[in-house]
T-cell receptor, first 114, second 110 residues
Framework: DVKVTQSSRYLVKRTGEKVFLECVQD?????MFWYRQDPGLGLRLIYF???????EKGDIPEGYSVSREKKERFSLILESASTNQTSMYLC?????????????FGPGTRLTVT | SQQGEEDPQALSIQEGENATMNCSYK?????LQWYRQNSGRGLVHLIL?????REKHSGRLRVTLDTSKKSSSLLITASRAADTASYFC??????????FGKGNQVVVIP
């Protein structure tokens, strides 16, 4: 089974702190994604990576950066956390597959910025 | 980006009843997928239907796709309390990306 793990289930940070969210997948997937999920807004793509050191902006990249130094690991960085970044963060991975695009998700990190 | 839009947003049913939820999208697609999310957890892939398919079954799930109307429906038959979850449709676009709808909340009352 594909396993996607995220470093924390719950995280509380203060405004202005630098926050790192880590995601690891064990199935050698090329693609990795970071989403945030907010009530009434569904899932919104923050960043996407299709290979090591490669990244593309999603729909809401402002205030975030990412790092992918190894194929299995994709990190989301909040350079200076703000209260409007309080949200559920979901990581996902998928094969590079023109016919499927099926994504496998981690359990999520609920981040609260106070 | 494409967006799936589910309808209705919330559904409450008795155990054993069927649950139906709909999804519409705006542009042409390669495939449409449905995912389930249990409370506070990640999403789990349920079923994928390709653009050249009209109906697909998987256990108690039945998905239909009408590309002329740009819509899909997910039917869960003989619902169970464990089916209580949010259900999202997602359409594929671009470089292996998915656009997710806002989700349907389904509550199955034992």
């Amino acid at each position: 089974d594909v396993k996607v793990t995220q470093s924390s289930r719950y995280l509380v940070k203060r405004t202005g702190e630098k926050v790192f969210l880590e995601c690891v997948q064990d199935m050698d997937h090329e693609n990795m994604f970071w989403y945030r999920q907010d009530p009434g807004l569904g899932l919104r793509l923050i960043y996407f990576s299709y290979d090591v050191k490669m990244k593309e902006k999603g729909d809401i990249p402002e205030g975030y950066s990412v790092s992918r130094e190894k194929k299995e690991r994709f990190s989301l960085i909040l350079e200076s956390a703000s209260t409007n970044q309080t949200s559920m963060y979901l990581c996902a991975s998928s094969l590079w597959d023109k016919d499927s695009y099926e994504q496998y998700f981690g359990p999520g990190t609920r981040l609260t910025v106070t | 980006s494409q967006q799936g839009e589910e309808d209705p947003q919330a559904l409450s049913i008795q155990e054993g009843e069927n649950a139906t939820m709909n999804c519409s999208y705006k542009t042409s697609i390669n495939n449409l997928q449905w995912y389930r999310q249990n409370s506070g957890r990640g999403l789990v892939h349920l079923i994928l239907i390709r653009s050249n398919e009209r109906e697909k079954h998987s256990g108690r799930l039945r998905v239909t796709l009408d590309t002329s109307k740009k819509s899909s429906s997910l039917l869960i038959t003989a619902s169970r309390a464990a089916d209580t979850a949010s259900y999202f449709c997602a359409t594929a676009y671009g470089n292996n990306r998915l656009a997710f709808g806002k989700g349907n909340q389904v509550v199955v009352i034992p």
